[in-house]
């Protein structure tokens, strides 16, 4: 008798608990069919153009909307076991469902924003690159003026000066390289019995050319110099060196030149004897001299003196200006710029960080907070957040784990 007694007893709680249970199905079991028909038409389209549009516009709010009728639903199921609290649930709920909504918006705001903003830095970039490029194009007209202008009216070492003596050189070298690369070429194949390659002959014998003809502008600085301060040995030790030098460039290097205008004289009815050779060869050695040392020489030459014994130059320059240093002045701009430039970028990170992160994060928010409600009958998250420091500030350990100045 007691046996089909609990035997009824408990197909009568298995009714129960079945009904209830299929009640509370049939409340929750639509939500799966519509969230289903929902995420698949956001997630269908016939381009991916559309889908992605979707998936950036749609797919956030349309999360949050699931989560608050999940929470919605399963809330109301509590309204019975809540002894009293029931209003203050409706009241979260509702609090929720505002929140929810305001942030969808603020999350198509933010989105507008950040496209604005994107737009701004993209223009503001366009127009700092065409300025460059303007104040490059600009410098590289204006800058030799202004360098020519200020290094002539202001005392110190004379760069234009300095270049044009390396440049003639180079010049001077370049032009008997290719004059006397023949007979280089045949004096070395007779020395050493093999044909020297001209890929290395040239590069060498150009170099050999280059400090020699410098040389010989030194030689005259030198010589110069022992004029004016009348040291008779140094002077004459410095003619017979100036001797040696020209000599030994009109014998090899401007007697070719001469050579190459023989048929024209000849031509002309004039025979060049060997001395007649190496008289116009010496007068064409003096005419070129003469003319590039007065024009830059006499300027250009102490200053390549100078940077190959490292001696000061300009130190009068230096003094009359309070003895600043050049080198200290030279990095202190670059490095000032390049800190200020680095807290820009910095600043300007956080406000990306914060104008990509913000939106999102306020809608995950309230979507937590049907959850929270859920629970605790309240949401947690009070939305919309201002800042990234709102959203470390709202978690329960934020004191204990956030840290001073993270993004």
């Known amino acids: 008798m007691q046996g089909s007694v609990g035997t009824v007893q408990t197909e009568q709680w298995s009714w129960i608990l079945s009904t209830l249970v299929n009640w509370i199905w049939a409340g929750l079991s639509w939500i799966v069919a519509w969230q289903a028909y929902v995420f698949g038409w956001l997630f269908s389209g016939d381009s991916f153009w559309i889908i992605a549009g979707k998936f950036l516009l749609l797919v956030p709010p349309a999360a949050v909307l699931v989560a608050g009728v999940w929470g919605t639903m399963v809330s109301l199921y509590t309204v019975p076991f809540r002894l009293g609290r029931a209003g203050s649930l409706l009241t979260g709920l509702l609090m929720s469902w505002w929140d ?148 030994f460039e009109v014998l090899f290097l401007y007697r070719e030149l001469v050579d190459a205008i023989t048929p024209w004289l000849a031509q002309q009815g004039f025979q060049l004897g060997v001395f007649g050779t190496i008289g116009l060869a010496l007068f064409a050695w003096v005419g070129v001299r003469g003319m590039t040392w007065f024009l830059f020489g006499r300027f250009g030459t102490p200053a390549l003196i100078g940077l190959l014994g490292r001696t000061a130059l300009g130190e009068e320059f230096a003094a009359a200006h309070g003895g600043a240093q050049p080198g200290l002045e030279f990095w202190k701009g670059p490095i000032n ?14 406000e990306v960080f914060e104008l990509m992160s913000l939106p999102i994060l306020q809608l995950l928010a309230a979507g937590f907070n049907f959850g929270v409600v859920l629970i605790t009958g309240r949401p947690h998250f009070n939305l919309p957040f201002r800042s990234l420091d709102d959203v470390l500030a709202s978690t329960p350990f934020a004191g204990k784990h956030a840290i001073e100045g993270s993004p």
């Open 100 to 247: 929810g909504l305001r942030m969808a918006w603020f999350y198509w705001a933010g989105l507008v924003r950040f496209l604005v903003v994107l737009a701004g830095w993209i223009w503001g970039l366009l127009k700092l690159g065409v300025q460059l490029i303007w104040g490059m194009l600009k410098g590289a007209v204006t800058s030799p003026i202004a360098m020519l202008d200020a290094t002539s009216r202001r005392p110190g070492v004379p760069w234009p000066a300095f270049f044009l003596l390396v440049i003639w050189s180079a010049i001077e070298a370049t032009i008997f390289t290719f004059t006397l690369r023949p007979t280089m070429a045949e004096l070395l194949a007779d020395l050493t019995g093999y044909e020297v390659n001209p890929v290395f002959l040239v590069p060498i014998l150009w170099l050999f050319l280059w400090l020699l003809i410098a040389g010989s502008f030194a030689c005259i600085q030198v010589l110069n110099d022992a004029i004016k301060s009348r040291q008779f040995g140094q002077i004459a030790a410095m003619i017979a060196v100036e001797f040696a030098v020209a000599l």
């Open 337 to 350: 710029a390049l800190k200020a430039e680095r807290e820009w970028f910095k600043k300007e990170g956080r």
